[in-house]
């Protein structure tokens, strides 16, 4: 049972360019969460989809930044016109179930997303 | 706010002692708390998990104790190994129990020496 995968693992960008992130939850997983890491500092929610919904975006930047899960492939992050600040790990999470028993996520290797 | 933060930024432990691992939070309606290890350059992977109702829960070879009147929490590891060796963060979940919406703190390194 592969885990959730991510690609790129790392990606170069300019500022001003656009950068997609891809996530394909674990098997048998519905719900996706994305996590955003500075170097050095915890991670910080972002948004939490489900297939063709989005639950959750209040961690989500009000501009530039989106994400989907659409009902075919892999959930996408999608940042515009990058900035410097947007330098980071960021990691995609799956579970079985949103609310549950557990608050356990599986996370990916994350991208590592540079802006020149 | 929400905030979860960590004593230490780094922890050095000789192989085979044990390590104690602390973390304050500072939400008291957080109700359920989960400990992940990071190894350079991967995800965070869980260790184990606590809930309000409890002050001590058990896993193998680790153990997290919780301290709600003082709003702590720490990760004891017994007869620890190089592959030990990784980023320790606390995360809470102050809006229920088994939410996704985590707060994580900013990790402490723990670096083992053989």
């Known amino acids: 049972n592969a885990g959730v995968m991510q690609n790129p693992r790392h990606l170069v960008r300019r500022r001003g360019q656009e950068a997609r992130l891809r996530c394909s939850p674990m098997?048998?997983?519905?719900?996706v969460y994305w996590y955003r890491q500075l170097p050095e500092e915890g991670l910080k929610f972002m948004v939490y989809?489900?297939?063709?919904?989005?639950?959750?975006e209040s961690g989500m930047p009000k501009e530039r930044f989106s994400a989907e899960f659409p009902k075919e492939g892999p959930s996408i992050l999608r940042i515009q016109q990058v900035v410097r600040g947007d330098s980071a790990a960021y990691f995609c999470?799956?579970?079985?179930?949103?609310?549950?028993?557990?608050?356990?996520?599986?996370f990916g290797e994350g991208s590592r997303l540079t802006v020149l | 706010g929400e905030s979860v933060g960590l004593h230490l930024p780094t922890l050095s432990v000789q192989e085979g002692d044990n390590s104690i691992i602390n973390c304050a939070y500072s939400?008291?309606?957080?109700?359920?708390f989960i400990w992940y290890k990071q190894e350079s350059g991967k995800g965070p992977q869980f260790i184990i998990d606590?809930?309000?109702?409890?002050d001590k829960r058990q896993g193998q070879r680790v153990t997290v104790l919780l301290n709600k009147t003082v709003k702590h929490l720490s990760l004891q590891i017994a007869a620890t190994q190089p592959g030990d060796s990784a980023v320790y963060f606390c995360?809470?979940?102050?809006?229920?129990?088994?939410?996704?919406?985590?707060?994580f703190g900013k990790g402490t390194k723990l670096s083992v020496i053989p």
């Open positions: 989809l489900q297939k063709e919904n989005i639950i959750d």
């Open positions: 999470a799956s579970s079985p179930q949103g609310n549950g028993n557990t608050g356990e996520l599986f």
């Open positions: 995360a809470d979940d102050y809006s229920g129990a088994g939410s996704y919406q985590l707060t």
């Open positions: 939400n008291s309606a957080s109700d359920y």
């Open positions: 098997k048998g997983h519905s719900h």
């Open positions: 606590i809930r309000s109702n409890m």
